[in-house]
């Protein structure tokens, strides 16, 4: 019987992404199973509540071998909860590496049993961030194309009343 290849891909999804599932979709054909997990993270004021995030992610993702699940504290204990031997971490050119690269110096002095892998972002979403559609959204009242699928566009529709 083979081991089992399982990897954590964490964030808070405030929205998801289409980069975001393409990460998603990216790691689901590394590892046997990734669980998508959305973090509470007490530093950041989120548009929509966990529930809301949970939901979007769940109707988002048309792919097997992805579970969606949420927590709190650290990312590496919540990848030891679920057998993981990965962290999947999407890179934006220059605007992400230094944050995730510290992050992932903390991680390993923390839980050094489990790696992380970055994943670079393709060139189509490089541009492309949860603040990104949420600002647009908020101030602009648009939805930036091709940055949502149907159902979350309709989700930011209905929160922000547009």
Same mark, same amino acid.
Request: a positive charge; glycine letters at 4%.
């Given at each position: 019987m083979s081991e089992i290849n399982v990897a954590v891909y964490p964030g808070t999804f405030d929205p998801v992404t289409n980069g975001h599932l393409d990460i998603l979709r990216r790691a689901q054909r590394l590892f046997d199973r990734v669980i998508c997990g959305v973090g509470i993270n %007490? *530093? /950041?004021t989120p548009l929509f509540t966990l529930e809301e995030r949970l939901e979007? %992610? !769940?109707h988002s993702i048309p792919f097997d071998g992805v579970e969606v699940d949420s927590f709190d504290g650290l990312t590496v204990e919540f990848a030891r909860k679920h057998g993981a031997k990965a962290i999947? !971490?999407?890179l934006r050119p220059l605007t992400d590496i230094a944050f995730e690269l510290s992050v992932d %110096? +903390? $991680?390993a002095q923390i839980a050094p049993e489990i790696e992380t892998v970055f994943l @670079? *972002? !393709?060139q189509e979403f490089m541009y492309l961030s949860s $603040? @990104? +559609?949420r600002e647009a959204a908020l101030i602009g009242r648009r939805i930036i194309p091709g940055s949502v699928t149907p159902? +979350? =566009?309709r989700k930011i529709r =209905? /929160? %922000?009343g547009f």
């Open positions: %007490l *530093t /950041k979007m %992610l !769940r999947v !971490r999407g %110096l +903390v $991680n @670079a *972002t !393709r $603040n @990104a +559609v159902f +979350v =566009e =209905e /929160k %922000l």
